[in-house]
Structure formats: C-alpha cells, structure tokens
C-alpha cells in the first residue's frame, strides 16, 4: 500500500547516559526524528510504499538526515533543500517518579521557513491512497500551516485517505484558538482521526465526565463524533502508573461499531515516537483491508511493543507486533 507523510525531520539528541539528565549530561546519542517522519519508517519496515515531504538543510546534517531515512526504504526524492538549520529537539528520559521531558530549538529551522510553491503536491500525491500529517505542522508557521492544509486539499481532491493525529504540543502554540481554527479545517476533510483525550480537551474543550481513562476515552470519542462527523477514530488510552511502567490500551471506533483492545501493562525503555507507532500499525492495518478489530489490536501491540526500543523509530517487523498481539509478551529469550 502507499503513503505520503508530511512534516519535519529533526535533529534528536539523547544523553548518552540513558536516563541522565539534560543538566549534567556531557555526551549525547544523535537521532533523527519527528511524528510524520516516525510513522513513515514504521510502516516501511512493515513492507509499505512510503514517500516522506519535508525540508532540509542543504548540508552534511541535513543529507545524514536523508540517509537516515532511506535505510528504511522510504521514498525522499520529493524533499526540498535550503539554505538554514535543522530544527533540534532534547529528550531527557525519566524514571521512576521524574518524568521525561522535552525541549524544542526548532524556531526559524528551514522547514519552518518554506515558501509558496515548494512542493508540488498534485504530482507528490498522485497515485498513492493514504496521506498522513499532523497537528506539530501546523504549530511551526504560518506557512507551514497554509501548506499543511493544501497539502490535503490536494490528497481529498485526488481520492486520497486522510489520515490526521491532532499531536497538540502545548510548548509550540501561544494560542489555542488559533490551532483549533487551523485543525477545523483539516478535520473537515479527515478520513481517520488519531488522538487521545487529552488533545480533543486541550483544543476544543472536550472532556469526559468519567474518570476512568477508557470510558472517558469511549465518551469523547462519541461527542468528538457528534462534533466533527468523521468515519473513523483511532485513540490511544494510557494509565500512567510511573515514568517507567504504564497500562495501555486502544480504541478504534468507525459511525457504526466501536473495538476497545485488549490491555498490555509494559515497562519504557523510551516512549518517544509510540503514539507514531501505533498510528503506523493501525494504518497498515487498513492499508491490508483488515478488519476494524485486527486493526486495533496490531496498532495496540506496535503502540505497546515501541516503549521497549530505544529511540523514535519503531524497527518492529509484522511477525514481531504480531506475536504481541498473539500473547507472546512473557520476555522470555528466543534461542
């Protein structure tokens, strides 16, 4: 099956020290990394048709970055090249009871700074069935938000799957109205929403009466139905019990049928890129024509599976994520 995804690629750089904090670290891990380019290479490893849109620096970092990505078998011929810097980000892993936390220096990279007229979308479209792209877009510019929603326009005009995560970053907007206003339109055209409770109340103030995070999950999920009239949703549901152990669980629920996943309580080496990953795994799934509960349950268990590699980037094959979901989650070693 073949996707496009849109976005930018950044530069990731890790403490050496896994679980050392920012402050003190004196050595980092180099990555590269970002939501749209995360589900790219998952669902590549997964045997897709994968073309990956940005812009990059025109430079030694910008074309390691590029490499990094063909590894994968991911399509860049349609990225532009310019003169500027890579935007970067810094994660410092938690545990235990510190969380993980982030910090962005991607203000005025060359991707934030694209112009009309970049890329051209009708050919970069043609042909393929899913377009998947996402909210942190739209955060990064105006531009970027103008050509975020071109971008689609062009995909619904040619037939195309319209896949959007919401990813609200609360670090990279100074206003939430002006998100919802750029995410109303896109959700007018989308085909299948990714998110969780906490971006539909953090962007249009839906919450749930319940506490509990799956029914609440159910909950918004049916007023974000009456809300927007898209076909398709696809949330995630976590417990957090500490920085290094969660409880996750998944919901897709189409107009008509709604799939609760079974539960999986995981141990994080590192969550970055999970939400990617499960976003991966369940597109995939349609891209086979799976049913809505296959779907579900392999998007859940790639969701799942993610938390235990280092890094971004889910390399989990499809017979891996599927041995999760078949049960095969004791650890024990494969001789």
Not at 114 to 134: A, M, N, R, V
Request: with cysteine.
């Amino acid at each position: 099956m073949s996707f496009v995804t849109f976005g930018e690629i950044m530069l990731r750089l890790t403490p050496a020290l896994h679980g050392e904090k920012l402050q003190t670290t004196s050595g980092f891990n180099v990555n590269f990394a970002g939501s749209e380019s995360n589900v790219a290479s998952a669902l590549a490893v997964l045997g897709n048709e994968v073309s990956f849109v940005t812009k990059l620096p025109d430079h030694a970092i910008g074309n390691n970055a590029i490499q990094s990505l063909n590894k994968y078998g991911i399509t860049t011929n349609h990225i532009a090249k310019g003169e500027g810097r890579i935007g970067t980000y810094f994660i410092e892993i938690g545990t235990s009871i510190r969380p993980s936390s982030v910090i962005y220096d991607r203000k005025h990279s060359v991707f934030s700074e694209i112009k009309e007229g970049e890329f051209d979308w009708p050919t970069i479209l043609k042909g393929k069935k899913y377009l998947f792209i996402s909210g942190i877009t739209a955060a990064l510019s105006n531009q970027c938000a103008k050509e975020l929603i071109k971008c689609a326009y062009e995909a619904k005009q040619q037939g195309m799957i319209i896949a959007f995560d919401m990813n609200y970053r609360r670090k990279l907007w100074k206003e939430t109205s002006k998100a919802r206003a750029i995410f109303d339109e896109i959700l007018s055209i989308t085909d299948i929403l990714f998110g969780n409770t906490g971006a539909l109340n953090d962007v249009h103030g839906i919450q749930p009466n319940s506490k509990n995070t799956l029914e609440g999950t159910l909950e918004v999920i049916e007023l974000a139905k009456e809300k927007f009239g898209i076909e398709n949703y696809a949330f995630t549901v976590r417990n957090h019990i500490s920085a290094s152990t969660n409880e996750l669980q998944a919901v897709f629920s189409t107009l008509d049928n709604t799939i609760v996943s079974n539960k999986y309580t995981v141990g994080i080496l590192d969550r970055f890129g999970t939400g990617d990953a499960f976003a991966a795994g369940c597109l995939h799934g349609l891209g086979k024509a799976w049913d809505i509960e296959k779907v579900i349950e392999f998007g859940t268990a790639a969701f799942a599976l993610k938390h235990t590699i280092y890094g971004d980037q889910h390399t989990s094959t499809e017979a891996e994520i599927q041995s999760i979901v078949n049960g095969q989650t004791s650890g024990h070693v494969l001789r």
